[in-house]
Each structure stands twice: as structure tokens, then as C-alpha cells.
Nanobody, 125 residues
Framework: DVQLVESGGGSVQAGGSLRLSCAASGYTYISICMAWFRQAPGNEREMVATLWDDEGRRTARDYADSVKGRFTISQDKNRLTAYLQMNSLKPEDTAMYYC????????????????WGQGTQVTVS
């Protein structure tokens, strides 16, 4: 089974930066979608960014409008760790951040993902 473990959350002042990591194990997929979601209290879980990778032959990224130009999703060469670089953070970015994965295509809806990490809290003041 695929397992995901997030890290890197914390508290930061507005305008600051954080980098979240998502360590993956147990992959057997050739085509992988890695995604970051977030959920603030009282809100639904929303997609932040997705990264589709076909063993490095092709990649595609998608971002929520609210984070475009500020956040960057990436992964290391062996596809075992995904990252979310978050710059110019705003108080409205405060949420629990989750990474998720699935084989083949990326989707924006959380219901398409069957493997999730435990989450890491990001607080921007």
C-alpha cells in the first residue's frame, strides 16, 4: 500500500514562506498524480496544486487560482517526495494541508483520491 507522510508546516507571518514535504512509499504506479489539498475550519477541503508525472517523460501542473504565482508544486527525481513551496503567504492560507495521490490522471476533486497523508498545519498571522 502507498503511504504518505507530510511535514514542514508551522506558523509564519504574512509575506513569509514555508515548504511542505510529502514522503511517499509503496508506489507501483508508472503514471502518478501528486496533489496538495487544504482545509480551513468550517470550510470544505479544496485543491491547492496537482502534479502529474509519467515517469519523467511528461509532467503537468495545476493550481488553484488563489495560489497561482505564489505556490509551486514539485517532486524529486525518484518521485518519492513531493513538495509545496509556499511564498508570499497570506492569513487566508491558514489551513491543514494534506497531500494525496492516485494513479493516472489528476483531478481537482478530493473524491478522486484514495490515499492521503495525515496533514500538516500551516498558520499565517
Amino acid at each position: 500500500d502507498v503511504q504518505l507522510v507530510e511535514s514542514g508546516g508551522g506558523s509564519v507571518q504574512a509575506g513569509g514562506s514555508l515548504r511542505l514535504s510529502c514522503a511517499a512509499s509503496g508506489y507501483t504506479y508508472i503514471s502518478i498524480c501528486m496533489a496538495w489539498f487544504r482545509q480551513a475550519p468550517g470550510n470544505e477541503r479544496e485543491m491547492v496544486a496537482t502534479l502529474w508525472d509519467d515517469e519523467g517523460r511528461r509532467t503537468a501542473r495545476d493550481y488553484a487560482d488563489s495560489v497561482k504565482g505564489r505556490f509551486t508544486i514539485s517532486q524529486d527525481k525518484n518521485r518519492l517526495t513531493a513538495y509545496l513551496q509556499m511564498n508570499s503567504l497570506k492569513p487566508e492560507d491558514t489551513a491543514m494541508y494534506y497531500c494525496a495521490t492516485r494513479s493516472l490522471t489528476c483531478y481537482r476533486g478530493e473524491r478522486y483520491y484514495n490515499t492521503w497523508g495525515q496533514g500538516t498545519q500551516v498558520t499565517v498571522s
